[in-house]
């Protein structure tokens, strides 16, 4: 470990401040003997007392030098920190990588061999370099950013340790990836076939082949790479190589059928490959930068699509969703953020714009030709076809999937794999589309809507059943769902519902219990709201909602304004047609008073509901059951 004194002298060339306040320095010292004692307490080394102590120390040493800490929350991007004095103007802050920081808090002796003018001078070279970029506990964006932090520097080190140990496949895998980044991709080839001729490792002649595929498009040698890889699989054991030796066998079919194509064929072909690394580098690009967005995307995904967690199936079409939809709070997509960073071409960022629209249903592969990666597709209910570019072996005519397809230029792209159902399954969906658009499903629905309601409004006694929390809704409604199933006699004969969908489908059905999602915990109260056209609802905070819609209770309008507007903004539009049906004149009230409005007092239901029509959109339509 670099002494005490070493360290400042570390810090200064690490963070590149060695024109930088002596104070500023040693916080800087200080600030990475506070993130170690983090980490010591949480593995159990020290106590949460001691690293409390070192906290302070920290936090006296600030104030007493009138410095200041800053972060994101203060203003900075993602992944910056500063600490500044206390009268510094704001265009004189430095701003330092948080990922520098962490390196230098867990890996001094890696820093002390980037700085060095000799690397291999400085002690532990080249163990404690190799080590570090061998731990799997170690995050790839920390070994990135060791030699992109000062590109020279890093490739020095990099060569440095090559010619010490030449065939390390770590320090030569983020070399060549170094010169890729930089679009220095004759140095790259060279540096594969110099490893090449140290060593015949799967990993790589598989990069290799990769790296042939994507940055030279020369599928013939590509393929021959990948062929290499696989010989050296094959003879060390598929047991061994594991899951690497299935996606060197993907590659190899890849490529294969890319080096037969010709002409059009092949460049729709190719515009599709760069089409999905480009993606993937936006997605890699948002992850490393945008962690704490992601988080809270992940949680209005949640709650806007209402599901209890986004599983695997779901994280592919968030990702699109997230990258190409939600905007950042400058109001930019993630995608274009990346775009306008990396100078792409006004074509390529009107096609990332089109990602942010696709094309949601259930859909049939109606032709698939491998060859040319392309499949045809219906929208079950619509019946339009698209045109589908994806490597999807194993994807065969007639089946089906639910999900969302991405336009790009002349063909569409999933975001990820495509989970296709079951055989049966599929004649099931493809049985229901038929109903549905001969009428005769949604005649079922409408009715089963109603039968539904009216059982609601006889098991409840109302048609807005209000619970405490949400454990409490749950429960009741689950039993009510099971007696409907179960016990309630329908129109059809007097038969269950059960009864019914045996008959139907020749199994008993299961009750699927319902669960809300996380943001319905904690809140004040939870309505289930019943409706003969559109089914149930839940509604948030609804026995206040309904108080004050039913007084108008000007103390309650003006302490929760904020609450009503954001209600009034995105709720259910029947929801609150519910709520304000035969309360005008309160709904008046609550209207001008949240909005700064001047309804007439005496507004009318058509009135009312042409403000609401300029206020958001869909106010007339009607929501999905």
């Given at each position: 470990?670099?002494?005490?004194?070493?360290?400042?002298?570390?810090?200064?060339?690490?963070?590149?401040?060695?024109?930088?306040?002596?104070?500023?320095?040693?916080?800087?010292?200080?600030?990475?003997?506070?993130?170690?004692?983090?980490?010591?307490?949480?593995?159990?080394?020290?106590?949460?007392?001691?690293?409390?102590k070192v906290r302070r120390e920290f936090d006296r040493y600030v104030r007493k030098n009138k410095l200041r800490m800053l972060d994101e929350e203060e203003g900075l991007k993602a992944h910056e920190l500063a600490?500044?004095?206390?009268?510094?103007?704001?265009?004189?802050?430095?701003?330092?990588?948080?990922?520098?920081?962490?390196?230098?808090?867990?890996?001094?002796?890696?820093?002390?061999?980037?700085?060095?003018?000799?690397?291999?001078?400085?002690?532990?070279?080249?163990?404690?370099?190799?080590?570090?970029?061998?731990?799997?506990?170690?995050?790839?964006?920390?070994?990135?950013?060791?030699?992109?932090?000062?590109?020279?520097?890093?490739?020095?080190?990099?060569?440095?340790?090559?010619?010490?140990?030449?065939?390390?496949?770590?320090?030569?895998?983020?070399?060549?990836?170094?010169?890729?980044?930089?679009?220095?991709?004759?140095?790259?080839?060279?540096?594969?076939?110099?490893?090449?001729?140290?060593?015949?490792?799967?990993?790589?002649?598989?990069?290799?082949?990769?790296?042939?595929?994507?940055?030279?498009?020369?599928?013939?040698?590509?393929?021959?790479?990948?062929?290499?890889?696989?010989?050296?699989?094959?003879?060390?054991?598929?047991?061994?190589?594991?899951?690497?030796?299935?996606?060197?066998?993907?590659?190899?079919?890849?490529?294969?059928?890319?080096?037969?194509?010709?002409?059009?064929?092949?460049?729709?072909?190719?515009?599709?490959?760069?089409?999905?690394?480009?993606?993937?580098?936006?997605?890699?690009?948002?992850?490393?930068?945008?962690?704490?967005?992601?988080?809270?995307?992940?949680?209005?995904?949640?709650?806007?699509?209402?599901?209890?967690?986004?599983?695997?199936?779901?994280?592919?079409?968030?990702?699109?969703?997230?990258?190409?939809?939600?905007?950042?709070?400058?109001?930019?997509?993630?995608?274009?953020?990346?775009?306008?960073?990396?100078?792409?071409?006004?074509?390529?960022?009107?096609?990332?714009?089109?990602?942010?629209?696709?094309?949601?249903?259930?859909?049939?592969?109606?032709?698939?030709?491998?060859?040319?990666?392309?499949?045809?597709?219906?929208?079950?209910?619509?019946?339009?076809?698209?045109?589908?570019?994806?490597?999807?072996?194993?994807?065969?005519?007639?089946?089906?999937?639910?999900?969302?397809?991405?336009?790009?230029?002349?063909?569409?792209?999933?975001?990820?794999?495509?989970?296709?159902?079951?055989?049966?399954?599929?004649?099931?969906?493809?049985?229901?589309?038929?109903?549905?658009?001969?009428?005769?499903?949604?005649?079922?629905?409408?009715?089963?809507?109603?039968?539904?309601?009216?059982?609601?409004?006889?098991?409840?006694?109302?048609?807005?059943?209000?619970?405490?929390?949400?454990?409490?809704?749950?429960?009741?409604?689950?039993?009510?769902?099971?007696?409907?199933?179960?016990?309630?006699?329908?129109?059809?004969?007097?038969?269950?519902?059960?009864?019914?969908?045996?008959?139907?489908?020749?199994?008993?059905?299961?009750?699927?219990?319902?669960?809300?999602?996380?943001?319905?915990?904690?809140?004040?109260?939870?309505?289930?709201?019943?409706?003969?056209?559109?089914?149930?609802?839940?509604?948030?905070?609804?026995?206040?909602?309904?108080?004050?819609?039913?007084?108008?209770?000007?103390?309650?309008?003006?302490?929760?304004?904020?609450?009503?507007?954001?209600?009034?903004?995105?709720?259910?539009?029947?929801?609150?047609?519910?709520?304000?049906?035969?309360?005008?004149?309160?709904?008046?009230?609550?209207?001008?008073?949240?909005?700064?409005?001047?309804?007439?007092?005496?507004?009318?239901?058509?009135?009312?509901?042409?403000?609401?029509?300029?206020?958001?959109?869909?106010?007339?339509?009607?929501?999905?059951?």
């Amino acid at each position: 470990m670099t002494a005490k004194m070493d360290r400042e002298e570390l810090i200064k060339k690490f963070f590149g401040c060695e024109d930088e306040d002596e104070r500023v320095v040693k916080a800087w010292d200080l600030f990475i003997d506070v993130q170690r004692a983090y980490r010591d307490e949480k593995v159990g080394i020290i106590s949460r007392r001691e690293r409390d102590k070192v906290r302070r120390e920290f936090d006296r040493y600030v104030r007493k030098n009138k410095l200041r800490m800053l972060d994101e929350e203060e203003g900075l991007k993602a992944h910056e920190l500063a600490i500044v004095r206390e009268e510094e103007a704001e265009g004189e802050i430095k701003t330092l990588n948080s990922f520098d920081v962490w390196l230098l808090v867990d890996f001094g002796e890696v820093c002390s061999a980037l700085v060095a003018d000799e690397p291999d001078e400085v002690e532990g070279f080249p163990d404690a370099i190799i080590e570090f970029l061998e731990d799997p506990g170690v995050d790839e964006w920390l070994k990135e950013r060791l030699i992109e932090k000062n590109k020279e520097a890093g490739e020095r080190l990099l060569k440095t340790i090559l010619v010490a140990r030449p065939a390390e496949v770590n320090v030569h895998s983020l070399l060549v990836e170094h010169y890729e980044r930089a679009g220095r991709f004759s140095e790259a080839e060279a540096e594969y076939k110099r490893m090449l001729s140290e060593t015949d490792d799967e990993l790589v002649w598989a990069n290799y082949g990769y790296f042939l595929e994507k940055r030279r498009g020369r599928y013939e040698d590509a393929f021959e790479a990948f062929k290499n890889s696989l010989e050296v699989c094959e003879r060390v054991g598929e047991e061994e190589a594991g899951a690497f030796l299935e996606e060197v066998k993907k590659s190899i079919s890849r490529v294969e059928r890319m080096k037969d194509l010709e002409g059009e064929k092949a460049r729709v072909a190719r515009e599709y490959q760069e089409a999905v690394w480009l993606i993937e580098d936006i997605r890699e690009f948002a992850e490393k930068r945008m962690e704490r967005e992601i988080r809270k995307a992940q949680e209005e995904y949640v709650e806007e699509k209402e599901m209890e967690e986004i599983g695997f199936e779901d994280s592919f079409d968030f990702m699109g969703w997230f990258l190409f939809h939600r905007k950042l709070p400058d109001g930019k997509v993630p995608g274009m953020v990346y775009a306008e960073e990396e100078g792409l071409d006004g074509v390529t960022k009107e096609r990332l714009k089109g990602l942010g629209s696709p094309e949601e249903g259930t859909f049939e592969i109606v032709d698939v030709d491998h060859a040319t990666f392309k499949l045809v597709v219906k929208d079950i209910i619509t019946d339009e076809e698209y045109e589908l570019m994806g490597n999807f072996p194993g994807i065969r005519k007639g089946q089906t999937f639910t999900g969302c397809i991405y336009p790009w230029g002349d063909f569409y792209l999933t975001a990820g794999a495509v989970a296709t159902y079951a055989e049966e399954s599929s004649e099931k969906v493809k049985r229901l589309a038929e109903e549905l658009k001969s009428g005769k499903l949604l005649d079922g629905v409408k009715k089963g809507l109603k039968e539904r309601h009216d059982a609601f409004v006889l098991y409840f006694g109302t048609e807005d059943a209000i619970f405490k929390s949400k454990k409490e809704c749950e429960k009741a409604v689950n039993k009510f769902s099971r007696w409907f199933l179960f016990e309630y006699a329908t129109e059809e004969g007097g038969r269950t519902a059960a009864e019914l969908y045996e008959e139907k489908y020749g199994e008993k059905p299961k009750h699927e219990r319902a669960k809300l999602p996380h943001s319905f915990a904690g809140v004040g109260d939870i309505g289930a709201v019943s409706d003969p056209e559109y089914g149930v609802y839940f509604v948030r905070d609804y026995g206040f909602l309904k108080t004050v819609f039913e007084t108008g209770a000007d103390g309650e309008i003006e302490e929760r304004k904020e609450k009503l507007k954001e209600v009034l903004l995105n709720e259910e539009p029947f929801i609150l047609k519910k709520l304000m049906n035969g309360e005008e004149g309160n709904t008046v009230k609550i209207i001008n008073k949240v909005f700064d409005a001047s309804l007439d007092a005496d507004a009318s239901e058509e009135e009312i509901g042409a403000f609401m029509g300029e206020l958001r959109e869909g106010w007339d339509e009607t929501p999905e059951s």
